[in-house]
């Protein structure tokens, strides 16, 4: 009796090393692949048995019982984080879990420029790769009540800046993080605003460093080109700047401004209507929002193109209009 329970115990004995062996050997051994790499989205919400089954559907050629029993062995299953992963030959399900659980994610980037409109953000949305299309056919006042901010002009509403994304997030994902991230700027810049500005809002300032991003030729002069606009502002003078009125013609603008433009009035006509057009007309970036709040101590009310990218900046009419004839018609 003695014999045969100790034959017992050493074969459960060897069976439970045998296990522990082949359990060791298997977690180590690079999985086998369908193809070179194998990808897989995880959704928030995804059970450990759940992502078990979608490697092994993706590609990944195992059991799946044995991946999710490995994931609930290792005390790690309910570590494992939602987004985009990838799996290479040579890499072994305890890299597998590893990557999941440290959220290891294959991420994509998208790129939105400082100047853009917001038809221009659209398209790059539209383009973006594996970012899954959520909002392409809601209005802009849709798409704004979404975001959570219902009433809201989407222009100008998203900060400029290059977004990382894991596969398969939503386009509306990506929009709420660009509209959280120029609200965050938008208050910062305002919060640190010289005193006397004749500037009600940050909404103000918004539009302000929308028209200052379009304006300037070379970075360092947008605090004078802010101060430009100040000043009119401050003597009710009209802003008189080209972007505006392009913006406001929108599809109709044939590439140059004419006349009958400038005389046509709508409201991004900055020629006819005194103060600031009704919205932004582009995304500023940080240096714009901070040149609207911080323009340069400077008298100038005037600045016209020189040609190489910078402007000259005139206190006086007449300053101004001799520029003009210098840089702009040749006479010296």
Same mark, same amino acid.
């Given at each position: 009796?003695?014999?045969?329970?100790?034959?017992?115990?050493?074969?459960?004995?060897?069976?439970?090393?045998?296990?522990?062996?082949?359990?060791?050997?298997?977690?180590?051994?690079?999985?086998?692949?369908?193809?070179?790499?194998?990808?897989?989205?995880?959704?928030?919400?995804?059970?450990?048995?759940?992502?078990?089954?979608?490697?092994?559907?993706?590609?990944?050629?195992?059991?799946?019982?044995?991946?999710?029993?490995?994931?609930?062995?290792?005390?790690?299953?309910?570590?494992?984080?939602?987004?985009?992963?990838?799996? %290479?030959?040579?890499?072994?399900?305890?890299?597998?879990?590893?990557?999941?659980?440290?959220?290891?994610?294959?991420?994509?980037?998208?790129?939105?420029?400082?100047?853009?409109?917001?038809?221009?953000?659209?398209?790059?949305?539209?383009?973006?790769?594996?970012?899954?299309?959520?909002?392409?056919?809601?209005?802009?006042?849709?798409?704004?009540?979404?975001?959570?901010?219902?009433?809201?002009?989407?222009?100008?509403?998203?900060?400029?800046?290059?977004?990382?994304?894991?596969?398969?997030?939503?386009?509306?994902?990506?929009?709420?993080?660009? %509209?959280?991230?120029?609200?965050?700027?938008?208050?910062?810049?305002?919060?640190?605003?010289?005193?006397?500005?004749?500037?009600?809002?940050?909404?103000?300032?918004?539009?302000?460093?929308?028209?200052?991003?379009?304006?300037?030729?070379?970075?360092?002069?947008?605090?004078?080109?802010?101060?430009?606009?100040?000043?009119?502002?401050?003597?009710?003078?009209?802003?008189?700047?080209?972007?505006?009125?392009?913006?406001?013609?929108?599809?109709?603008?044939?590439?140059?401004?004419?006349?009958?433009?400038?005389?046509?009035?709508?409201?991004?006509?900055?020629?006819?209507?005194?103060?600031?057009?009704?919205?932004?007309?582009?995304?500023?970036?940080?240096?714009?929002?901070?040149?609207?709040? %911080?323009?340069?101590?400077?008298?100038?009310?005037?600045?016209?193109?020189?040609?190489?990218?910078?402007?000259?900046?005139?206190?006086?009419?007449?300053?101004?209009?001799?520029?003009?004839?210098?840089?702009?018609?040749?006479?010296?």
């Amino acid at each position: 009796m003695k014999r045969t329970i100790g034959k017992i115990l050493a074969i459960l004995l060897f069976s439970l090393l045998f296990a522990g062996a082949w359990a060791s050997w298997w977690l180590l051994t690079p999985l086998r692949l369908a193809s070179d790499s194998v990808e897989l989205s995880i959704e928030p919400g995804n059970s450990p048995r759940e992502v078990a089954s979608a490697w092994v559907n993706a590609g990944v050629q195992s059991d799946p019982r044995l991946l999710y029993q490995w994931f609930r062995w290792s005390g790690q299953s309910r570590l494992i984080r939602a987004g985009s992963y990838e799996i %290479h030959r040579g890499e072994s399900a305890m890299q597998l879990l590893q990557k999941m659980v440290r959220g290891d994610q294959v991420l994509e980037q998208l790129r939105f420029i400082e100047g853009w409109n917001f038809s221009q953000i659209r398209a790059a949305i539209a383009r973006a790769p594996a970012l899954k299309p959520t909002t392409a056919g809601l209005t802009e006042a849709q798409l704004m009540s979404l975001i959570g901010a219902p009433g809201q002009a989407a222009e100008g509403r998203f900060f400029p800046d290059t977004y990382a994304y894991s596969r398969g997030v939503s386009d509306l994902t990506l929009l709420k993080r660009a %509209h959280q991230a120029m609200q965050k700027r938008l208050a910062a810049a305002w919060s640190l605003r010289a005193d006397g500005l004749p500037l009600k809002s940050a909404d103000e300032a918004l539009i302000l460093a929308s028209i200052i991003e379009k304006e300037t030729g070379a970075a360092s002069e947008r605090a004078m080109v802010s101060a430009v606009f100040i000043n009119r502002l401050r003597i009710g003078m009209p802003l008189q700047t080209d972007p505006t009125v392009i913006y406001g013609l929108g599809e109709r603008y044939s590439g140059r401004l004419r006349k009958r433009d400038l005389l046509t009035d709508q409201p991004f006509n900055t020629y006819l209507r005194r103060g600031l057009p009704p919205t932004p007309i582009s995304m500023p970036g940080n240096a714009s929002l901070l040149a609207a709040l %911080h323009p340069a101590p400077s008298q100038a009310q005037y600045f016209v193109a020189r040609g190489d990218g910078s402007s000259e900046f005139s206190d006086t009419l007449s300053a101004h209009n001799r520029a003009v004839n210098k840089y702009q018609r040749g006479n010296k």
